[in-house]
């Protein structure tokens, strides 16, 4: 499985963006798409996976209510719309695929692919 993410930038607070993670290969059905943030000098933390069928598995408190995931099973794309971003947002943005019978998805030892990241930068 290879995952290319996109959509990250630098944006003021309050305003939005919407962060994508394209997936290609053969056993991408078989996994579960996840979305972790790294910001500068922390450990990357989750925020949100989602699985093909449209099932939500779990979300990071922190972006409940601002932080929406959706994916296009045709394209095999997941979209992260993040709004009302604040300054606390800024990190790097991975998306990253653990197997669909895993309900731990908040562990990120489970993941076996991850993409390069993306940068998100929130300016207050």
């Known amino acids: 499985v290879q995952l290319q993410a996109s959509g990250g930038g630098l944006v003021q607070a309050g305003e939005f963006l919407r962060l994508s993670c394209e997936a290609s290969?053969?056993?991408?059905?078989?996994?579960?798409m996840g979305w972790f943030r790294q910001a500068p000098g922390k450990e990357r933390e989750f925020v949100v996976c989602i699985k093909w069928s449209g099932v939500i598995t779990d979300y990071a408190d922190s972006i409940k209510g601002r932080f929406t995931i959706s994916r296009d099973n045709a394209k095999n794309t997941v979209y992260l719309q993040m709004n009302s971003l604040k300054p606390e947002d800024t990190a790097v943005y991975y998306c990253?695929?653990?197997?669909?019978?895993?309900?731990?998805?908040?562990?990120?030892?489970?993941?076996?692919?991850w993409g390069q990241g993306t940068l998100v930068t929130v300016s207050s």
């Open positions: 290969g053969r056993t991408v059905s078989s996994y579960q």
């Open positions: 990253a695929a653990v197997r669909d019978y895993y309900s731990d998805v908040r562990n990120r030892d489970r993941y076996d692919y």
